[in-house]
Structures are given as C-alpha cells and as structure tokens.
C-alpha cells in the first residue's frame, strides 16, 4: 500500500521536478556564465526562488486539487493510517522541492566552483537553502491540508509566507529600537520557514537555530497529520 502511494505521488508530482530544475538550472547556468551578476548574488537568487517559489508551487498542488476532485475521500478512506498518506505525499513533494536546489548546486560547482568564493561556501549556502525549503514546504503544506482548492491553498501559503514576513519586520524594528542588538531577529526568525538563512550574518549558534527547526519541523507535520482528518470528519 505504502508503495502504491508513493507511486501515485511520483506520478502525478514529477512533472513539477523537471519544470523547476530545468528553470532554476537555466537560470543558475546563464547566469554564472554571463556574469551579469557576482557569483554570490546568483546563489542568492537561487536560494530564495527554490526555498520559497518551489515549494508553495509543489504545496498547492499536492492535497487542494484532490480535494476538489474528490479523490481524498477515497485516499483516505484506504486501510491505512491518515497521516500514512500524508506522508506520502510529504516524501514525494520534499524530493520534487529539492531536487531543482540540487540541480543549481551541481552547476555551481561545475561552472563557479572557488571562482569568486570557496566551494565550501556555496555548500554551505545551499546546505541553509535545502533546508529553507524543506522548512517553508512543511508550513505550506500544512496550511493548505483543508484547503478546497488550488488557488485557496495558494492563497493561505502566501498568507503564511506574509505574516511570517511580518512578525520578522516587526521584531527587527523592535530589537534595533529598544536592544539595539540584531540577533533578536535570528531568534524570531529561528521559529519560522526561514529560520536557517538567519544564521547568515548573526551570531546565533547554529546547533541552537538547527535544533528550534527540527522541533518546529516534526511540530508543523504532526499538526498537518492531525488536521487532514478522515473521510466525513471536519477538523478544524
């Protein structure tokens, strides 16, 4: 059974894999070949397009669209637990979610690997931006578990996306007005999707930041297993 979930996940999933590493690729390969831009500034951009563009477009389509169709009932009304399909599809979509980052990485390496910055910097940077996307599909996906369709699980993981934004923006004003001390920003930041790019420029230790998101991480899933419910049941 656990197989024949996985598969229909691949099968249904894998055309977003190629589309988001054929498009981060191309841009990570033109762009380190051109020039246009610091090698630095490329990763960057990739980072953010992978740890945040990838997984709202691999959350939205991964739950909403059998809700609307139905088909979740059946899901879930297999003689399995519900959080096994859950799992499923969180496994099939972490795999299509990382898979472009990847792909960016191995070009880096190929094409810019210790021109302008160490490799081991890059590893490092993409290390932080796998898990960002890891982070931000975990919190997307559970927001949109409920969610009735495609476009309304587009809008709550933007919503989610947005207010995390803004607690961050806050809590930095707050900390430069009343502590003078930017590493309360990390702190804030350390809860949310992109807890591990916080780490770039502050002195949180990182064991500390790595730990709060794996808590967070098994946190955001269990909530998600809890709230896909089963057939006939509304959770809230």
């Known amino acids: 059974m656990w197989r024949s979930l ?3 996940e691949w099968h249904e999933q894998r055309w977003r894999l190629w589309f988001g590493a ?14 246009i831009m610091p090698d630095e500034q490329i990763v960057i951009f990739a980072m953010i397009v992978g740890g945040m563009f990838f997984p709202l477009m691999v959350a939205m389509g991964l739950i909403a669209p059998e809700r609307a169709d139905g088909t ?9 637990p519900a959080w096994h399909v859950l799992a499923a599809k969180g496994l099939i979509g972490a795999i299509v979610c990382t898979g472009p980052v990847l792909v960016s990485a191995a070009l880096t ?14 590893a490092q940077m993409y290390a932080m931006a796998i898990g960002m996307t890891l982070s931000t599909f975990t919190w997307l996906t559970a927001a949109g578990v409920r969610q009735p369709s495609e476009a309304r ?13 803004l607690v961050i923006a806050i809590s930095s ?3 430069i007005e009343l502590f003078h001390d930017q590493t309360v920003i990390a702190w804030v930041a350390a809860f949310s999707p992109f807890g591990l790019i916080a780490l770039r420029g ?10 709060i998101q794996l808590v967070m991480f098994v946190a955001v899933w269990a909530w998600a297993a809890w709230r896909i419910g089963k057939p006939g049941k509304v959770v809230a």
Request: hydrophobic share 65%; net charge positive; charged share 10%.
């Open 22 to 35: 054929a498009l981060l690729g191309m841009f990570t390969l033109i762009g380190l070949r051109t020039r």
């Open 109 to 122: 390496a190929v094409v810019a690997g210790d021109r302008e910055m160490a490799w081991s910097q890059f």
């Open 72 to 80: 979740i009932v059946r899901l879930l009304a297999l003689p399995v």
């Open 173 to 175: 004003m707050l900390a």
């Open 153 to 165: 699980a587009g809008l709550m993981g933007i919503g989610v996306g947005a207010a995390w934004f």
């Open 202 to 211: 502050s002195d949180a230790p990182p064991a500390v930041v790595i730990a």
């Open 6 to 8: 996985v598969w229909k």
